[in-house]
């Protein structure tokens, strides 16, 4: 079973707690009724939905990446598979709540576009008496409104740059660690190589040394021989395979 250690749920953890987020911000913007203050939830959940979004999409593209060599990972054909459905369940929760908010917000536009037109079908009679001033005023308000929404807008696409780099941060420090982790392994098995090889040199020097004591020595002294390099052989196993 994959470790808690293991990049992906490192990257999972992350993405949960902004989906926990998301879901406490959409529920305030459900009960939320003040039109200005709805507007401003309504940008901050659709900022955190698309953040969101981008998250599930590289860790997809990581799964994808595994499930080419899955033993490599240390995992197998099932757990990709529920990593798989992890990030489609995650990607269909923030699309609901995103489809959800964007239809709020275009019911709120269509409701203002039919008060506006049913002001426009007043008669005459109703029409203010100060119209110059009324528009002026008006244009008053509009230049303060719009100059409120670009300082929202840029302070709103600050924090999702805020956001960006800190996700770009966090991955890049999970490739990091399974580069680190990949290069202890080639450690590990260079080393391992490097003592079969010497292993195996000592061997062929102690047959080629039997070879040669056997073809001058007696029969007597052959089964001595033998003897004293058999005990050589168990002293050097001992001193290779268990020091």
């Known amino acids: 079973m994959p470790s808690a250690q293991d990049p992906f749920y490192v990257v999972k953890s992350e993405i949960q707690e902004s989906i926990d987020t998301l879901q406490s911000t959409f529920e305030q913007w459900k009960r939320t009724s003040d039109a200005e203050e709805r507007g401003r939830v309504t940008k901050e959940v659709i900022a955190g939905c698309e953040s969101i979004e981008w998250q599930v999409d590289e860790l997809e593209k990581a799964i994808a990446v595994a499930s080419r060599e899955p033993s490599w990972y240390g995992i197998d054909d099932v757990e990709i598979e529920n990593r798989r459905r992890w990030t489609s369940s995650a990607r ?84 990091l660690t399974i580069h680190e982790e990949l290069l202890a392994q080639e450690k590990i098995i260079d080393e391992l190589g490097n003592e079969m090889d010497s292993t195996s040199n000592r061997l062929d020097f102690v047959q080629k040394k039997v070879a040669m004591v056997m073809k001058k020595a007696s029969a007597k002294g052959q089964i001595m021989m033998i003897l004293a390099l058999l005990a050589l052989f168990i002293f050097l196993f001992f001193l290779v395979f268990l020091t």
Do not use: C, W
Request: aromatic residues 4%.
């Open 92 to 175: 269909t929760q923030v699309g609901t709540v995103k489809k959800t908010v964007d239809a709020g917000k275009s019911l709120s536009t269509t409701s203002i576009n039919g008060m506006h037109r049913e002001l426009m079908r007043l008669p005459d009679s109703y029409q203010p008496y100060t119209s110059n001033q009324n528009a002026a005023n008006d244009n008053d308000d509009f230049i303060q409104s719009e100059s409120d929404r670009q300082m929202l807008l840029i302070k709103q696409q600050d924090e999702e740059l805020d956001e960006l780099s800190l996700s770009v941060q966090r991955i890049g420090g999970v490739g």
